[in-house]
């Protein structure tokens, strides 16, 4: 054997991740380190802005109700398209899921266009209300614009989701359970829910951090429904309060991650698409 | 055949159909919206391309610099993402551990809050805060846990270690093995990382946003401009041009990767 191999394993494996690691620490973790220090310099009441400010916690607290809701609502549609897709057969089949799973590769700014197109002022729905009613009904702008643009960018990903995990589960259990009389309402919840719970909690926790940080699609409908990073971006752009707005930030961000490290505790991988 | 003894399910059809509506109809509805002379007055005023002539010579450049930028991402995390998804495959040690934890970390951040880091941090460097080199290290960074993880789980097949172990002991150094031996039997992921690195980078708008300078414009910050300042059919012939330009990229580089999937997968 020759002495003691001049490149140990140990340096190549070390040699190896160097150029990744030196890249993450200058462009991520120093900047975050500052990012973390930044609202010290103000005093250390600004860490908790949040949560004494009414208005930064009355934008947190929309955020976060905001993307409960739109979780267990794409959840619920998700897992009954995705069951649907699955079960049945049909010509234009795998047509339809690409089309429904396309808008994964949307940038957030479309989908906010999309809810003007249908809620705004010149939207399709504003055109109906007109010739129906006489009046220009318009909602991109607030709650319910919201609401359903972050359905719409959540709900690819739970389609895909569960058409995949259907695909996966036990026909023969169900159709045990069927032929012991049980309805169908008692398939769902005893025979499909236990099955799919493990994605639920997966995609679920996934939805919700998209939703908590999606700044595109609220950046374009400039909505009167303050959500949390159009918060950080104004105070940010328009008011240059770098460190109200890096609070604010590390907030968002603790919120986020740890629902996805709760997530992860169970059993789910955030990576994993 | 198992699909048609399933019991018809008209709950489930009348959410399918709802919700397809729903997902559909907006697309369709935009690409109409580019296509007509006067979107308040709908088809009835013609169809023309002078949207679209108006879009390309306003914002035509953000769609090279974003396929641009996606490539230069994409060869980034190659380089960065590769060798270190093999060393962390190989290293079981809590170090390592600790660094795969953090490098994902970006994923789970929201973009506003790395970017806001990196402004703060880089700035004042100004020749870098106005190239677009800024926004690439943007995405390097938020992308490279998708590559890491996709060719790390690669890296770990069993067959690997014994094809590797083979090649030492018939004298193979390092970089024979890396290159010759690992690095092809992992080349179905590198490309499966590769795509996925391509559609997020095309489309991230999170972090671009903060990192753009009027100089430094992508497809997405595009569109959120033409959409704030500019009339409703200029905004659709935008994204018309994201639906005809970057979908069909986005399709091609797809079955590329499956067409390598069938030819080196096992």
Redesign the interface.
Known sequence: MKPANA?NPRW??????A???V??VA??????V??LT?PATKGWATYFAVLTDSRYLQSMVNTVALSVAVTLATLV?GA??G???A???FTGKRM?LS??T?????????I???????G?R?G?VADIGDSLFGERITFAYGLLGLFLAY??FS??RA?ATYAAAAEAMN?QLEEAA?SLGAS?LRVAHDVWMPELAPTTLACGAILF?TS?????TA??L?SKFEVI?IT??NE?TNYAN?AL??SL??A??IV??LV??VARRFGAN???? | M???T??K?P???A??VL??I???A??L??VM?GLVNN??AGLKSGLTLRWLGEVWENYGGTVGWSLALAAACVVGTV???V??A???A??RSRA?HI?EE?????????????A???I???GQLTAFRQSFAFIL??H??FT???M??TVSSAFQRDDLLALEEAARSLGAN?RQRFMGILVPAVFPAIVAGSL?VF?LS?????LT??LHTPLTRT??VG??DS??SMR?EI??AY?LV?FAV??PV?WGLQYLANLIQKRHGT
Not at chain 2, 102 to 114: D, I, N
Request: hydrophobic fraction near 65%; charge should be positive.
């Open positions: 490149w190549r494996l070390l040699a190896c991740v150029p990744a690691a890249f993450f462009f991520w973790l120093l900047p975050v500052r990012l930044l549609l009954a398209v069951i649907y897709l079960r049945h057969a339809l089309l429904l396309l808008p994964l590769s949307f940038p957030g700014v479309i906010g266009f999309f809810v003007i197109l249908l705004g010149q399709v359905l719409y709900l690819p389609i026909v069927r169908r951090a908590m940080g999606a700044f595109g950046f374009t400039a990073p950080i971006y940010f770098f707005a890096a930030s590390i968002l961000g986020t991650w996805l490290f955030p990576v994993a698409r | 198992r699909k048609n399933q019991p399910a709950f489930l059809l959410i399918t919700v397809s729903f997902m559909i907006p697309m509805l935009s919206a979107y308040s380089l960065l993402g060798p270190c093999y060393a962390l190989r290293s390592a660094f953090l490098l994902t970390l970006p994923v789970a951040v929201p973009g506003l809050a790395t806001l880091a990196l703060l941090a880089y290290v943007g390097i960074v490279l846990p998708f890491v993880r390092f996925m559609t095309v489309g991230e708008f999170n946003w903060m497809l997405p569109l959120a959409y704030a409703i905004g659709s994204t994201f970057i979908l986005l």
